[in-house]
């Protein structure tokens, strides 16, 4: 679903309280444009020229009541639906009355204070998002087609119309292809029970949720039928249907199933999120921000499997005389070390590179379809970046172990990293600050770097 600018408006008679509210509200909500107002005349003048998404108001206003502000509101075309807040330190029987009939949607009471208001705002936003998203529209008469797209496009929804159970299968497979931007993915369905042609609005709900696996959460649909009936309900519920309307159709009852219906959409776009992101965290290293070992070793044998990847390369690296940073300078630098390592892959690397952090001051690099001429200079960049970096002023250098599929087509994931290691170790051996490639014939220097010897013992 796509995020859009919310537009929320603030009237109230102090002037003090709007411009807390408003300062309060830009700090803490992104993509929110705040209008505030004195008076319900200046509300409804700016109403009349500006769409709102949400309405609080005070309940006594310089000219006029809140609850008479209300009822002006609910009279206009652009703003019947649009929820609207009174704010009050009094919401009594009377006035809960008063402000069911005058379209009230919630209050709030004032004495809680701004930062509770605020949170309430947040809240209420999440709860009662605006009719943002896109549905497909599937119906064979242009004439009912022609009214109710009209009807959904005056509440800001984005509509795909088609006149076929066919075309709208077609359109589904394609806003579900890889890349789609999210604008262009379909939300909802929303489709006609009866459909002239091969195929019957039944027969695309029953393709949705049988060939196109697409749960009630993942694809919501709301049928359209010509009756209400017990046996009607129990067909359409059955096929696979969220929900149903009847013709003729009523705006307010679409409108209110459509908006119920984008909730369940954006409750599933929120857990699947909410899961993607314990598996990142899951498979990242806290310190570093690379990948865990534990993911190297659940996705490295793939990749390197894959045919359409080869050759790839395994590259391990090691911090130079790490142990002597962390016995000298401590833990903490150390860490900050290995931290601005870590981030150093990660924009050394293209994306479709595995970047591990291997084990203490050890990384990992598993690098798809790339040549030798490609990795030879990405990895005697990295090793010059990394005498560049002097993290907490501290100079560091690192010696890098290459082995490629190229050179070992049978080696699976240990057995390269293995390679790899006996080019690493025989770095360390010849002076450290250099890259070595295991090859068929025993280890070699990169062609790309000039080799400089460096004294010291130890990793």
């Known amino acids: 679903m796509t995020n859009k600018t919310s537009s929320i408006m603030v009237v109230d008679g102090s002037e003090v309280s709007r411009t807390i509210i408003a300062r309060i509200l830009r700090n803490e909500m992104d993509n929110t444009m705040i209008t505030t107002c004195g008076c319900g005349e200046e509300a409804l003048a700016f109403l009349a020229a500006e769409h709102y998404d949400l309405v609080t108001t005070a309940l006594m206003l310089p000219d006029?009541?809140?609850l008479d502000l209300t009822r002006s509101i609910r009279r206009s075309v652009t703003h019947h639906y649009t929820p609207i807040v009174v704010?009050?330190?009094?919401?009594d029987n009377r006035l809960l009355r008063e402000g069911f009939e005058a379209g009230v949607t919630d209050y709030f009471d004032k004495s809680l204070g701004y930062q509770s208001f605020v949170d309430f705002v947040k809240s209420f936003c999440r709860r009662n998002s605006g009719l943002v998203g896109r549905i497909l529209y599937v119906e064979?008469?242009?004439?009912?087609?022609?009214?109710?797209?009209?009807i959904m496009e005056k509440h800001g929804l984005m509509i795909t119309h088609t006149t076929s159970a066919e075309g709208a299968l077609e359109i589904i497979r394609q806003s579900?292809?890889?890349g789609v931007p999210n604008e262009e993915r379909i939300d909802i369905v929303m489709t006609d029970f009866y459909l002239k042609g091969r195929l019957t609005g039944g027969d695309l709900l029953h393709a949705i949720r049988t060939r196109l696996h697409l749960s009630q959460q993942e694809m919501p649909v709301l049928v359209v039928t010509v009756t209400d009936s017990n046996e009607r309900q129990a067909e359409v519920f059955h096929a696979g249907a969220n929900d149903f309307v009847t013709k003729p159709i009523?705006?307010?009852v679409l409108i209110a199933r459509i908006r119920s219906l984008l909730l369940i959409k954006q409750q599933f776009y929120a857990l699947r999120f909410q899961a993607e992101e314990m598996r990142r965290i899951a498979s990242t290293d806290s310190l570093t921000g690379v990948r865990s070992k534990r993911y190297l070793l659940d996705n490295g044998e793939a990749l390197i499997r894959n045919n359409q990847n080869q050759p790839v390369w395994a590259i391990l690296m090691d911090i130079d005389h790490f142990k002597g940073i962390n016995d000298n300078l401590g833990h903490i630098t150390g860490d900050h070390v290995l931290?601005?390592?870590g981030e150093l892959l990660n924009n050394s690397f293209p994306k479709e590179c595995m970047v591990v952090r291997f084990g203490?001051?050890?990384f990992a690099v598993i690098a798809p379809n790339t040549s030798i001429k490609n990795i030879n200079q990405l990895a005697e960049n990295l090793r010059?970046?990394?005498?560049?970096l002097k993290p907490m002023n501290v100079k560091t250098t690192i010696s890098i172990g290459m082995a490629s599929t190229g050179d070992h087509a049978n080696a699976d994931l240990t057995t390269l990293l293995s390679y790899a290691d006996k080019a690493l170790y025989a770095a360390k051996q010849r002076g450290r600050n250099r890259v070595c490639i295991y090859a068929p014939d025993g280890v070699s220097y990169s062609p790309a770097i000039n080799p400089r010897v460096e004294t010291g013992t130890g990793r």
């Open 384 to 388: 010059i970046n990394v005498e560049s």
């Open 339 to 341: 931290a601005a390592l």
């Open 176 to 178: 579900l292809k890889p």
């Open 250 to 252: 009523v705006e307010e």
């Open 87 to 91: 704010v009050s330190g009094d919401a």
């Open 140 to 150: 064979d008469s242009r004439t009912a087609a022609m009214i109710t797209t009209n």
């Open 360 to 362: 203490g001051e050890e």
């Open 64 to 66: 006029m009541d809140g």
